[in-house]
């Protein structure tokens, strides 16, 4: 059902992140921020960066408020599709744009690892409302959500499984409620939805997934793995799923179930890799990515082993952005992992573990 899983050398990373900029530019190139900062198609990588700083949100969401406004060209090359607003764990929520050449890149990469998807898509996918209210824009209700929802819509267009609507609307009637009687009901809607169909893969929240796995015990008295023949379960949303739920899932989604981490946010979807393999692999072909090590900026791919920094990465709606996450290179160029938010509790981790380490390589 996957897609073979792309490694990267070196030269493969540089020419890929090359033709992401390229793709990249050709977007912000039709924008006010674009033009500001003279982003145009066919700039190279040094061209661009010396020519648009690094920012995080904050530097963005006057772009964003104009865009709220109606003034989409501010940050955007077309209207948006949906505002997607993040969950503010970490934070107050944000309200990202996603317009319809963002949403095709996302059906793209779910694609790509998803083989020959069809209108009988049929996978669980327990999310949250992608409509929780319409924000008017110029003269259109944009629907508000949670990207969850939206990536579920979005693949469902794209593939006419219209009959996935049906989950939405009872998902999006449920609202924003995170209380155990709400996943109780989005549960119960996602078996109504399922029932009777071959279902292969999960895909959600590490946390989500562990709980429909347990509440489908409870109301079925079997688990995921023991009523469908899943090959993979694509677990997202929170750091050390490997560590933390990747056990747990292989013994509920069953034997067969490859287990992959997703490393993404309401932003996009950045990197992937098999739970049993060394670290995730970044979309280098799709997005563009950098990372801030100390005082010096280099492209991810010229990470080497050991070393950490904050990630900024070029989405098709925000050029070199600061995305407030810390990425650690497991193996030269090629391989990562996140360990979370860059803030102090995350730093003090990641010195603890690399002093266990560093005691432990004297014995």
Not at 185 to 203: D, H, K, N, P
Not at 291 to 304: P, Q
Request: hydrophobic share 45%; proline share 7%.
């Amino acid at each position: 059902m996957l897609a073979r899983w792309a490694r990267w050398d070196r030269d493969e990373a540089a020419e890929a992140q090359a033709r992401a900029l390229e793709r990249l530019a050709r977007f912000y190139s039709r924008t006010d921020y674009g033009l500001e900062h003279g982003i145009r198609p066919g700039m190279d990588l040094e061209e661009f960066r010396s020519q648009v700083p690094a920012r995080g949100y904050r530097g963005f969401r006057p772009y964003v408020e104009e865009v709220l406004r109606g003034r989409f060209r501010a940050l955007l090359a077309a209207p948006p599709e949906f505002i997607g607003i993040t969950s503010g764990t970490t934070g107050p929520p944000k309200l990202i744009p996603i317009p319809g050449y963002d949403l095709e890149l996302r059906v793209e990469l779910m694609l790509r690892y998803m083989g020959a998807a069809g209108p009988d898509l049929a996978i669980i996918a327990p999310c949250l409302p992608s409509k929780l209210s319409v924000i008017r824009i110029g003269g259109s209700e944009v629907p508000l959500g949670y990207i969850s929802g939206i990536n579920v819509e979005a693949m469902a267009r794209a593939l006419g499984a219209d009959e996935v609507a049906s989950y939405l609307k009872e998902v999006n009637r449920i609202g924003a409620g995170t209380r155990p009687s709400d996943w109780n009901r989005r549960f119960r809607a996602l078996l109504s939805f399922l029932e009777g169909r071959e279902v292969e893969m999960a895909v959600g929240t590490g946390p989500v997934l562990w709980m429909f796995a347990r509440w489908l015990k409870r109301e079925k008295g079997l688990l995921p793995g023991e009523l469908w023949d899943i090959r993979a379960v694509l677990a997202v949303g929170v750091p050390h799923i490997r560590s933390s739920y990747a056990g747990f899932l292989r013994r509920a989604y069953g034997p067969r179930a490859q287990v992959i981490e997703g490393y993404g946010a309401t932003e996009g979807l950045f990197a992937m890799g098999p739970a049993e393999g060394p670290g995730l692999t970044p979309f280098y072909d799709l997005y563009l990515y950098e990372v801030e090590v100390g005082r010096t900026i280099k492209m991810l791919y010229d990470m080497r082993a050991g070393e950490a920094g904050r990630l900024v990465v070029s989405t098709p709606v925000f050029p070199r952005y600061r995305i407030g996450d810390i990425v650690v290179c497991v193996r030269d160029g090629l391989f990562f992992r996140v360990p979370g938010r860059d803030n102090l509790w995350t730093r003090l981790r990641l010195a603890l573990t690399r002093a266990i380490e560093d005691l432990a390589s004297l014995f």
